[in-house]
C-alpha cells in the first residue's frame, strides 16, 4: 500500500487532476467496471444475469453485504422494509409546503434531508444498528416520497403503502394508483421496472456516489448523505441525462430538424449542444447497461401496445451518430440513459420523474459504499487539494 500523503509531503507533488480522471480516492469491492471491455459485476456477478434473474432488493443485499441472501435472510429483510415504508404524518405535510411546480429531485432530496430530522438520537454512523435500521428506512420511504413527489405535482391525493404488494409494484401502485378504484398492477411494468432498478443499483465512483462518499467521510448519516448524493445525481451529465434525452427527442421532433442537421449541431458544439445519453467517462464501448435497456425498451413498447415514435427517432439518432467519425473517434456510445426515458414514459411516468426513478434504483449503491466507507479503517475526511492560482499577498488600499 502506498502513503499518498506522506509522498506528496516528501517529493512536494501535488496531482492536479480536473475531473478526478486519474485519482482513485479509495478501495472498493462492490462493483467492477472494465470501460474498454463493456463489463458490468457487482460483488462479481455480471449485470446481465442479475437484470433477468434477480430482484432489486436482492441485489440490494448483495451490494450492502457481499453475498446473496439466503430465501429466509431475504423474506425477512422483505418484511422489515415493508414494514417501515410509513411517513410520519408530519413529514406529509411538509410537501405541502413546496410549490407543486418544483422537480420532483428537489423534493426528493429536501425530504430524504428532512427524515434525518425524525431520527435524531438514532443515526450516529458509528452504531451499526442505527446504520442497519436507517438502512431499512432509506430503502422503504424513498420509493415513497419519490411517489408523493409525483402526486404532488399532479394535484392527487397521496396513497398510503400497500405493505401486501412486493417493493416494485407498492411503488406502482403508489405513482398510479387513486382513492377510487382498485389498482391492478400491471405484470410487464412490474418486471420492466424491477430490471431498470437493478441496472441502475450501482457505478461504482461515479459523481452521486462520490458525493456521499465525501458527505459521510466528515461523519454525517445516512439521511445527509444520501441527500447529497440526490443533488449531484440531479445534474443534466449525470442522472439527470435521462430527463434531458427525452427533452432532446422532443424538441428534434417538435421541431421538425432532421436527425442529420441536429448531429452537425452537435458535431460543430453550437450553443454547446451535446448528443445527450450518449458518452461516458469509463465506458469507451458499448455501455453493458444500455445494451439492456435498448432490448427492453422494443419489448416492453410491444407488450405494452404503445407505439412512440421517439423510439424510433432514438435509434435513427444512435444510427448515425454510430457511423460518425466525431463519435467514433472520441469512443462516444449510447449509455444507460439513452433509451430508459422511452420505457418510462411508456409506464406512464412524466418526464420530471425519470431522474427520481434513477436515484430509487441507485440508492442501494448509495448505502452499500457509505457502509464500506465507514467500515474502512483507512478511511479518512475527504480533502482534496487546489493548486492556488489567485493573486500573491497585497496590502489593503490605504495601508
Ligand atoms: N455529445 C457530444 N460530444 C460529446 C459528448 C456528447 N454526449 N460526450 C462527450 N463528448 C465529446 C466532448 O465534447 C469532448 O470532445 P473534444 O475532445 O472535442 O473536446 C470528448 O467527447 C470527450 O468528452 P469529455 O467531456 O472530456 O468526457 P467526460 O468523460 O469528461 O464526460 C460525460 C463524460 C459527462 C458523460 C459526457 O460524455 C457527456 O456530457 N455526455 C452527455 C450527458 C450524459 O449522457 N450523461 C450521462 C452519463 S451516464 C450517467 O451518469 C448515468
Not at 301 to 311: C, M, N, Q, T, Y
Not at 319 to 342: C, I, Q
Request: hydrophobic letters at 40%.
Amino acid at each position: 500500500s502506498v502513503d499518498f500523503a506522506s509522498f506528496t509531503k516528501q517529493t512536494g507533488h501535488t496531482a492536479l487532476d480536473y475531473g478526478f480522471v486519474n485519482t482513485a480516492a479509495t478501495k472498493s469491492a462492490i462493483t467492477f467496471i472494465d470501460g474498454d471491455e463493456g463489463i458490468l459485476r457487482y460483488r462479481g456477478y455480471p449485470i446481465e444475469q442479475l437484470a433477468k434473474n434477480s430482484t432489486y432488493l436482492e441485489v440490494a443485499w448483495l451490494l450492502l453485504y457481499g453475498e446473496l441472501p439466503t430465501a429466509d435472510q431475504l423474506a425477512e429483510w422483505d418484511d422489515k422494509i415493508r414494514h417501515h415504508t410509513l411517513l410520519h404524518e408530519d413529514l406529509k405535510r411538509f410537501f405541502s409546503s413546496l410549490p407543486h411546480t418544483a422537480h420532483p429531485m428537489s423534493v426528493l432530496s429536501a425530504a430524504t434531508a428532512a427524515l434525518s430530522t425524525y431520527y435524531e438520537g438514532q443515526s450516529d454512523p458509528n452504531n451499526p444498528e442505527h446504520v442497519e435500521l436507517n438502512t431499512i428506512r432509506l430503502l422503504a420511504k424513498l420509493p415513497v416520497i419519490a411517489a408523493y413527489a409525483h402526486k404532488k405535482s399532479i394535484g392527487h391525493a397521496f396513497l398510503y403503502p400497500d405493505n401486501s404488494l412486493s417493493f416494485v409494484d407498492n411503488f406502482l401502485k403508489l405513482n398510479f394508483g387513486n382513492l377510487a378504484e382498485v389498482y391492478e398492477v400491471n405484470p410487464v411494468t412490474s418486471r420492466a421496472l424491477e430490471r431498470l432498478l437493478i441496472l441502475h443499483e450501482d457505478h461504482e465512483q461515479n459523481a452521486s456516489t462520490s458525493t456521499v462518499r465525501l458527505v459521510g467521510s466528515t461523519g454525517a448519516n445516512q439521511f445527509s448523505s444520501i441527500s447529497a448524493g440526490i443533488n449531484a445525481l440531479y445534474g443534466p451529465l449525470h442522472g439527470g441525462a435521462n430527463e434531458a434525452v427525452l427533452d432532446m427527442l422532443a424538441r428534434i421532433r417538435d421541431s421538425g430538424e432532421s436527425v442529420q442537421r441536429f448531429v452537425e449541431r452537435v458535431k460543430n458544439k453550437e450553443d454547446g449542444v451535446k448528443l445527450m445519453g450518449f458518452g461516458h467517462r469509463v465506458y469507451k464501448n458499448f455501455d453493458p447497461r444500455a445494451k439492456l435497456v435498448k432490448e427492453s425498451a422494443d419489448e416492453v413498447l410491444a407488450e405494452l401496445g404503445v407505439h412512440d415514435p421517439l423510439l424510433d427517432l432514438a435509434k435513427e439518432l444512435e444510427e448515425v451518430a454510430l457511423s460518425d467519425d466525431y463519435f467514433k473517434e472520441r469512443r462516444l456510445y449510447p449509455n444507460v440513459d439513452f433509451y430508459t426515458g422511452v420505457i418510462y414514459k411508456a409506464m406512464g411516468f412524466p418526464t420530471r420523474m425519470f431522474t427520481p426513478l434513477f436515484a430509487i434504483g441507485r440508492l442501494p449503491g448509495w448505502l452499500a459504499h457509505w457502509t464500506e466507507m465507514q467500515n474502512d479503517p483507512q478511511t479518512k475526511i475527504g480533502r482534496p487539494q487546489q493548486l492556488y492560482v489567485g493573486a500573491p499577498e497585497r496590502n489593503y488600499p490605504g495601508l
